[in-house]
């Protein structure tokens, strides 16, 4: 049984930072595509970063660029999502999902890409 656990979450102020973790069993994540998506309340789910498996390919969604950075830990079987300078329109359910499917696409934001998901941690930016 595949399980994606995400942890890392929590209540920041405008500025600071989090770092979130997603750690999946079963599975050897320099193998898979790894993706963090999130949910704003009334929201639909978005993309935010990607990666594939052999890193020739990472994506952010324009609103995270040069402040989120997604890197990986073969080691430790851990993908990261480093959030610096973070907004309060940054407040969401945050969800790392694994494609285990082969593919030879780059890393993707559609949904439909992943096969797994983490069951989401909550980020919350406020003063």
């Known amino acids: 049984q595949v399980q994606l656990v995400e942890s890392g979450g929590g209540l920041v102020q405008p500025g600071e930072s989090l770092r979130l973790s997603c750690a999946p069993s079963?599975?050897?994540?320099?193998?898979?595509?790894i993706g963090w998506f999130r949910q704003a309340p009334g929201k639909e789910r978005e993309g935010v970063s990607c990666i594939k498996r052999t890193d020739e390919s990472i994506d952010y969604a324009d609103s995270v660029k040069g402040r989120f950075t997604i890197s990986r830990d073969n080691v430790k079987n851990t993908v990261y999502l480093q959030m610096n300078s973070l907004k309060s329109e940054d407040t969401a359910v945050y969800y790392c999902?694994?494609?285990?499917?082969?593919?030879?696409?780059?890393?993707?934001?559609?949904?439909?890409?992943?096969?797994?998901w983490g069951q989401g941690t909550q980020v919350t930016v406020s003063s």
């Open positions: 999902a694994l494609r285990v499917r082969p593919t030879v696409l780059p890393c993707s934001f559609r949904e439909s890409s992943y096969d797994y």
């Open positions: 079963g599975f050897t994540l320099d193998y898979y595509n």
